[in-house]
């Protein structure tokens, strides 16, 4: 009883330290010095190079641009580009006002720069907007170019107050079951047509056509380009894409309403964002805040995203495509983030394949994400997920888990109820390893807090590639749902507090490997830790207030391979 009651105090300083530990923001990095932003880091990082744009500027007025959203500016924005390309770069300036246009083609040495007030909205016509060869979704294809658009440059910025408006609403299909009753009647009467069973409206009958032959946005098959024209309204681009550009910096402005994702620097090396919101409505298809793919070098901090799928996403290129191109997104930094609705606050995945390595993320806040912390990837991915750092987070109102490893996405995860005895079957299918097969390891979180979720974490890997070397220190869970472990390898966790309200507290199945040290429920009497999978092997508790009498095993799980200290 006394050990007990003696457990209770360290855990109450334990949630004390840890809850002063994540709220604090006595280092938040000042707007006029970014030099912290490199402080602590785990790994060898080159500072952040920016870009250096020359003191000449012009206004887009003096090149015939119109304000008020009648008149299309295209031509203007094109000219003065131009004019202060050809004067050795510079900035271009956009005064407050409601500037309508087609694409912007950026050139290296320019800033975009926005005023207060400053609001360019892209055209709503299909017709502004070429097929280009891209990337998307991590794969070659043809695609809309992006209403920003820029390739293979030096130095570029787009900075100010302003607002960047993609019109996405033109583009995007929409779910009648994200709208209310009259929403939809509203949406159906402005046009478009309607799938056939009714229940998903898209803006012409050439988008409604591209879907029947894509998966996962994506037209699959050996295609011409007379094909995608075809199809082409259902191609919709990336708000803003940013491909094998070298000192890019997004500073400053507002990013919303993009057609699919709204900020995509590909390939790029030395990339800076801050002080930018990122939004786009909740029910908004493949609508992104910020997918980083096979980038080095990048900072992103003090930046509030609010959008409709994951917000902060490193992708690395899908399947043979990006083993191919070979390029991780490595050496990133995120600090000072706040996610307000997302399917992901932080995610890594799917599209992973030339591996992601060397990630700091610290001192952000997710609120409402459908996950918090999201790792995602599947057989034929491939690549190698390794040396990520995440600490710092606060969480609330999750409604899956605020700790998601998956590598079976899109596939049929082994997951059973946390609730059924029955034993997990084990003739799971257990692929040979080869170069398809992800790889997830080296991964430490620390002070990490969740007040509200369904479940607390799930950790699960691949039964021929387990997930491996996962720290998780100093956290406080607090969800209907316990943990739950899945063909996993030297996972870690110390000074935990789990609180939930419903089935077991830890569910083991398949995993070897497992410490776990100070952990406490609050109600260690009725604990409950379910111990499954003739795999599992080498589970270790230490200094926990419960007994083996708290653990049940499946029958297939040896009891030998327990030990609570």
Same mark, same amino acid.
């Given at each position: 009883?006394?050990?007990?009651?003696? !457990? #209770?105090?360290?855990?109450?300083?334990?949630?004390?330290?840890?809850?002063?530990?994540?709220?604090?923001?006595?280092?938040?990095?000042?707007?006029? +010095?970014?030099?912290?932003?490199?402080?602590?880091?785990?790994?060898?990082?080159?500072?952040?190079?920016?870009? /250096?744009?020359?003191?000449?500027?012009?206004?887009?007025?003096?090149?015939?641009?119109?304000?008020?959203?009648?008149? #299309?500016?295209?031509?203007?924005?094109?000219?003065?580009?131009?004019?202060?390309?050809?004067?050795?770069?510079?900035?271009?300036?956009?005064?407050?006002?409601?500037? !309508?246009?087609?694409? $912007?083609?950026?050139?290296?040495?320019?800033?975009? &720069?926005?005023?207060?007030?400053?609001? %360019?909205?892209?055209?709503?016509?299909? =017709?502004?907007?070429?097929?280009?060869?891209?990337?998307?979704?991590?794969?070659?294809?043809?695609?809309?170019?992006?209403?920003?658009?820029?390739?293979?440059?030096?130095? $570029?910025? %787009?900075?100010?107050?302003?607002?960047?408006?993609?019109?996405?609403?033109?583009?995007? @299909?929409?779910?009648?079951?994200?709208?209310? +009753?009259?929403?939809?009647?509203?949406?159906?009467?402005?046009?478009?047509?309607?799938?056939?069973?009714?229940?998903?409206?898209? @803006?012409?009958?050439?988008?409604?056509?591209?879907?029947?032959?894509?998966?996962?946005?994506? @037209?699959?098959?050996?295609?011409?380009?007379?094909?995608?024209?075809? $199809?082409?309204?259902? !191609?919709?681009?990336?708000?803003?894409?940013?491909?094998?550009?070298?000192?890019?910096?997004?500073?400053?402005?507002?990013?919303?309403?993009?057609?699919?994702?709204?900020? &995509?620097?590909?390939?790029?090396?030395?990339?800076?964002?801050?002080?930018?919101?990122?939004?786009?409505?909740?029910?908004?298809?493949?609508?992104?805040?910020? +997918?980083?793919?096979?980038?080095?070098?990048?900072?992103?901090?003090?930046?509030?995203?609010?959008?409709?799928? +994951?917000?902060?996403?490193?992708?690395?290129?899908?399947?043979?495509?990006?083993?191919?191109?070979?390029?991780?997104?490595?050496? /990133?930094?995120?600090?000072?983030?706040?996610?307000? &609705?997302?399917?992901?606050?932080?995610? /890594?995945?799917?599209?992973?394949?030339?591996?992601?390595?060397?990630?700091?993320?610290?001192?952000?806040?997710?609120?409402?994400?459908?996950?918090? #912390?999201?790792?995602?990837?599947?057989?034929?991915?491939?690549?190698?997920?390794?040396?990520?750092?995440?600490?710092?987070?606060?969480?609330?109102?999750?409604?899956?888990?605020?700790? &998601?490893?998956?590598?079976?996405?899109?596939?049929?995860?082994?997951?059973?109820?946390?609730?059924?005895?029955?034993?997990?079957?084990?003739?799971?299918?257990?692929?040979?390893?080869?170069?398809?097969?992800?790889?997830?390891?080296?991964?430490?979180?620390?002070?990490?807090?969740?007040?509200?979720?369904?479940?607390?974490?799930?950790?699960?890997?691949?039964?021929?590639?387990?997930?491996?070397?996962? *720290?998780?220190?100093?956290?406080?869970?607090?969800?209907?749902?316990?943990?739950?472990?899945?063909?996993? =390898?030297?996972?870690?966790?110390?000074?935990? #507090?789990?609180?939930? *309200?419903?089935?077991?507290?830890?569910?083991?199945?398949? *995993?070897?490997?497992?410490?776990?040290?100070?952990?406490?429920?609050?109600?260690?009497?009725?604990?409950?830790?379910?111990?499954?999978?003739?795999?599992?092997?080498?589970?270790?508790?230490?200094?926990?207030?419960?007994?083996?009498?708290?653990?049940?095993?499946?029958?297939?799980?040896?009891?030998?391979?327990?030990?609570?200290?």
């Amino acid at each position: 009883m006394k050990k007990h009651k003696r !457990l #209770i105090l360290i855990n109450s300083i334990i949630i004390s330290f840890i809850f002063y530990s994540c709220v604090s923001k006595s280092d938040t990095i000042r707007s006029d +010095d970014y030099s912290s932003i490199y402080d602590g880091l785990e790994f060898s990082m080159e500072k952040v190079r920016e870009p /250096v744009i020359p003191e000449y500027s012009v206004s887009i007025t003096g090149f015939g641009a119109v304000p008020g959203g009648q008149t #299309i500016n295209t031509k203007a924005f094109a000219d003065a580009i131009q004019n202060v390309s050809d004067k050795g770069g510079g900035k271009v300036i956009v005064p407050g006002g409601i500037w !309508l246009t087609g694409p $912007i083609i950026l050139k290296s040495n320019i800033d975009l &720069h926005l005023e207060s007030g400053a609001l %360019i909205l892209f055209s709503r016509n299909f =017709d502004d907007y070429p097929l280009i060869e891209t990337s998307f979704e991590g794969l070659e294809t043809w695609r809309c170019i992006s209403p920003l658009y820029a390739f293979d440059l030096d130095n $570029i910025a %787009i900075t100010g107050e302003g607002i960047i408006d993609g019109s996405g609403d033109a583009w995007r @299909p929409v779910k009648k079951s994200k709208l209310t +009753d009259s929403q939809w009647k509203k949406l159906v009467n402005s046009g478009g047509v309607l799938n056939e069973d009714k229940n998903v409206w898209y @803006p012409s009958e050439k988008a409604l056509k591209g879907v029947e032959g894509s998966i996962m946005n994506v @037209p699959v098959g050996n295609l011409s380009k007379e094909d995608f024209e075809a $199809i082409k309204d259902f !191609l919709r681009p990336v708000m803003i894409s940013i491909v094998k550009c070298r000192n890019v910096l997004l500073d400053g402005p507002t990013f919303q309403n993009s057609p699919a994702w709204n900020i &995509h620097p590909l390939m790029c090396e030395n990339v800076t964002l801050r002080n930018l919101t990122v939004k786009n409505p909740w029910y908004s298809q493949n609508g992104d805040g910020l +997918d980083l793919e096979s980038c080095k070098n990048a900072v992103i901090y003090n930046c509030n995203f609010d959008v409709g799928d +994951d917000a902060i996403c490193f992708k690395s290129g899908k399947n043979e495509t990006g083993r191919r191109r070979g390029m991780p997104t490595e050496n /990133v930094i995120v600090k000072e983030c706040i996610v307000y &609705h997302g399917h992901g606050g932080f995610v /890594v995945g799917s599209e992973m394949s030339g591996g992601v390595r060397n990630v700091h993320i610290s001192s952000c806040t997710f609120m409402g994400t459908d996950v918090g #912390i999201r790792f995602k990837s599947t057989r034929g991915r491939g690549g190698i997920v390794e040396n990520i750092y995440i600490s710092e987070i606060n969480m609330t109102d999750i409604p899956t888990e605020p700790i &998601h490893f998956n590598l079976y996405y899109g596939g049929s995860a082994p997951l059973p109820d946390p609730e059924d005895k029955v034993a997990v079957k084990t003739e799971k299918v257990i692929s040979p390893v080869s170069e398809e097969t992800p790889m997830f390891r080296n991964i430490h979180m620390k002070n990490i807090v969740c007040k509200g979720a369904a479940r607390a974490a799930i950790l699960q890997g691949l039964p021929e590639m387990n997930l491996s070397n996962v *720290t998780i220190e100093d956290v406080i869970l607090e969800a209907d749902r316990g943990m739950e472990f899945f063909d996993s =390898d030297s996972i870690r966790l110390k000074n935990i #507090i789990i609180k939930i *309200t419903k089935g077991p507290l830890i569910s083991i199945t398949d *995993t070897k490997n497992l410490t776990i040290e100070k952990l406490s429920c609050g109600k260690e009497k009725e604990a409950k830790v379910l111990v499954r999978g003739s795999r599992t092997a080498n589970i270790r508790f230490k200094e926990v207030a419960f007994t083996m009498e708290n653990l049940e095993f499946d029958g297939l799980a040896s009891e030998e391979e327990v030990v609570i200290e």
